[in-house]
Structures are given as structure tokens and as C-alpha cells.
């Protein structure tokens, strides 16, 4: 049979957990030992899409319904997902995918495809904060909502944050950091964000809470910053570095470099790999267009060219495993009001892009940073870390 001499030996590499592939009710053991999950394909794959990319011939399969797994998907993902680096991705016939334009109509385009998707969408499965990044669980028992409220302070507390300091937030999401900063430290903050509908949120949110003397929001990109003739005391970029492309690391420093005061702090958190690698195809197309990971060792490099001081680096890879799951689980207690607002392979797709996400953290495939920078020399600060 077709599948059991052509799909079988393509899975039998992914034997480091051993799993059953089901085709036509026929079942196919993989590696040794008890199964830990089964796929049951319901249309068998073409070998050559596998071979042009595993990813993206398994999300879709899965998308559309063509593929599903037997149990808990991230339980599966999580034993599966490990084993990516013997994945199958040919960068020259996805060349387009996966080295998109870095104009700035593109990544425009790009960014409000994921983020614009609408913010009735978004409150379904984020906390109350609207935090669409890595929380920070300080105890066992913190809630997803807690855990964002203890991202927040713990980044403004590693910022050094003064009364009538001014703040700059590059990437500033639906801005609940900003509003904490302003609220809790007098500070006077900009936020700059790509989204019309995180821009029109922010906007309510800074009138809802009477903070128009403290806080502005600009649609803008960070290529414009240098030439807006502002300087700050602070920068913070959350989850944004992540949708520059690698081609712009560079460049994205230089210009948090040129808006930053001498003595500066800059506070960066991103999601990064170990190593430097073009991204995975699937996410490219269905979730992050453009988006490009960076490895921790070139954004160092990139601030070194500026001048910029690595005070602090620390890793929450665990944290957004968590996070992560926090979300997948407010996902499927709303996916029936999902439902209502997107088709199933919709549905489907995120639910796939959440379990994914989650299983690639858990396995070291990416890691999550945040880095503590000073613009030049800082002798101002505390000898020992105070926060």
C-alpha cells in the first residue's frame, strides 16, 4: 500500500515517543513501547508536501480536518514537537513565505493581520489586562490575570521607574504596561503600535481611566521614532522585536539608541532560539506573517553596535509554556463563541497555534528573554539587582 511504503518510513524518524498513525483504520506503530497518542489521518498526505515542509503539510492536514489526534492535542504536540529539528522545510521552494518584504507597508500589513483580528476575539481568551505576551508566575497559585499583573510590575520595577520620568513603549500592545507605569509611578508615557484596533483600545482605555495628561498612543512605525524629535528616559519593547525581520535587528536598535537618553535604560523582551533560523512555515502563513524569532546572541551583537550595555538577561521559557496554556484552556471554554465569529478551520487552526506554541516552549525550541540594557555607562543604579 501507498501509505505504508511511503508515509510510514517518513514517520518512523519520529520515534523518540512512541505513537500510532491510523490510515483507512489501519494502525502503524511508531518507535518503541506503549503509544503515547494516535493520528488518525483521514486523507493521506503526499510525500511531497511533507518534504517541502512537515509543518505545514500537518497544520493544514489538521486545519481541515484531514488529520486529528486521538486525546489531548497539546499532550501529543508536546511529544511530538521536540523532534522538529528532523522536520523536513525546503527554504527555496517557500522562498516567498518565508522571506517576506520588511518594507514598511508590508509589516503593516502583516502585523494588523494577526492583531486586528478584533478585540471581541482577543478578550475571549486573554485576562482582563489584554496582555498578549509571557506572564510571570511568581507563585504556584497566581491566576493567568495575577500572573500579567506581575509581568508588568516586575518589568517597571527593572526599569528604575521615577516620577516624571518619560517612558517610551515600542510595540505597545493594548496598554495595560503603560497605564500601570503611569498609575503607579507618575510616570509619562508614549506608546507606539502598528494596530488600529490596539490603537482605538488604548484610547479608550487612557480616557476610561483620566490618564490623558500622562499617556498618548501614535499609530507609528519604530522606523519613524528618530525623526519624531523625541527623547526618553525609559524604553520597553514587549513581543515586538519578534515582527522586524532579521534583516532589521540592526536597525531596530539603532533607533531605540537614537530616541534614548544617555544613562537610559531599555527593557527588551522578546521570544528567541538558540540559534539563528528562518521560522517555521506554518506559523508564517496562518499566524505570524513575517514573523522572524531572534536568537539571543545577534540582538547582544546588535546592541553592542549601539553602545548598549547588557546589565541583566534572564529566561522565562517556563513562564510562557504556562501562559500559554492559560490561553489554550480560556480558548476552549469560549470556542463556542469562537464559533460564532470565525469558520472551523479557523478554529481549528488556533487551537493547533496555541498547543503548538505551548509544546515548543516546554521543549526548548524557544526560549523567551528579557534583557536589561543601559544607553552607555550607568553608574546611577543600585549595586545589587533591586527588583
Known amino acids: 500500500m501507498l501509505e505504508e511504503n511511503v508515509l510510514i518510513p517518513f514517520f518512523k524518524k519520529f520515534d523518540q515517543y512512541p505513537f500510532c498513525v491510523k490510515i483507512n483504520q489501519k494502525e502503524y506503530r ?8 494516535t493520528v488518525d489521518f483521514k486523507k493521506p498526505i503526499p510525500l511531497s508536501s511533507l518534504l517541502t515542509s512537515t509543518s505545514l503539510a500537518l497544520g493544514e492536514a489538521y486545519m481541515d480536518g484531514d488529520l486529528e489526534v486521538e486525546g489531548d492535542l497539546y499532550y501529543a504536540l508536546d511529544h511530538f514537537l521536540g523532534q522538529m529539528d528532523k522536520f523536513s522545510t525546503d527554504e ?29 476575539f482577543y478578550k475571549l481568551w486573554l485576562d482582563e489586562t489584554m496582555s498578549y505576551s509571557c506572564a510571570y508566575f511568581l507563585h504556584p497559585e497566581d491566576t493567568l ?23 517610551l513603549d515600542i510595540g505597545c500592545g493594548w496598554g495595560f504596561l503603560l497605564i500601570e507605569a503611569a498609575k503607579k509611578y507618575g510616570v509619562h508615557g508614549m506608546g507606539i503600535t502598528l494596530s488600529q484596533e490596539q490603537y482605538k483600545e488604548f484610547k479608550r482605555r487612557i480616557t476610561e481611566e483620566h490618564l490623558e495628561q500622562l499617556i498618548e498612543v501614535e499609530l507609528m512605525d519604530y522606523r519613524d521614532l528618530p525623526k519624531s524629535g ?8 514587549v513581543g515586538m522585536v519578534e515582527h522586524v525581520g532579521r534583516d532589521n535587528y540592526q536597525l531596530f536598535m539603532d533607533c531605540a539608541n537614537k530616541v534614548l537618553k544617555p544613562g537610559g535604560l531599555f527593557l527588551l523582551h522578546f521570544i528567541s532560539a538558540l ?24 540582538m547582544l551583537s546588535c546592541a553592542a553596535e549601539d553602545g548598549f550595555h547588557t546589565i541583566d538577561v534572564e529566561n522565562l521559557r ?61 553608574n546611577r543604579l543600585p549595586l545589587v539587582r533591586w527588583y
Open 145 to 167: 490575570f495575577q500572573a500579567q499583573v506581575n509581568k508588568v510590575d516586575y518589568i517597571l520595577k527593572k526599569l528604575y521607574l521615577k516620577e516624571g520620568m518619560s517612558l
Open 275 to 298: 540559534k539563528e533560523h528562518a521560522g517555521d512555515p506554518w506559523v508564517k502563513k496562518y499566524i505570524f506573517p513575517g514573523g522572524t524569532v531572534p536568537s539571543l546572541r545577534e
Open 92 to 120: 527555496s521552494a517557500l522562498k516567498k513565505l518565508m522571506f517576506s518584504s520588511t518594507t514598511k507597508k508590508n509589516q503593516q500589513k502583516e502585523v494588523q493581520s494577526h492583531y486586528d483580528i478584533g478585540n471581541d
Open 318 to 378: 517556563n513562564h510562557y509554556n504556562r501562559t500559554l496554556l492559560c490561553w489554550e484552556k480560556n480558548y476552549q471554554e469560549h470556542i463556542s463563541e469562537v464559533r460564532k465569529l470565525f469558520d472551523e478551520r479557523f478554529v481549528r487552526m488556533w487551537d493547533l497555534y496555541l498547543s503548538a506554541c505551548a509544546a515548543t516552549f516546554h521543549n526548548g525550541i524557544i526560549d523567551l528573554h528579557q534583557i536589561l540594557f543601559t544607553e552607555g555607562i550607568n
Open 230 to 237: 523625541r527623547e526618553f528616559d525609559r524604553i520597553v519593547s
Open 30 to 37: 511508531i518507535g518503541t513501547g506503549e503509544p503515547e497518542f
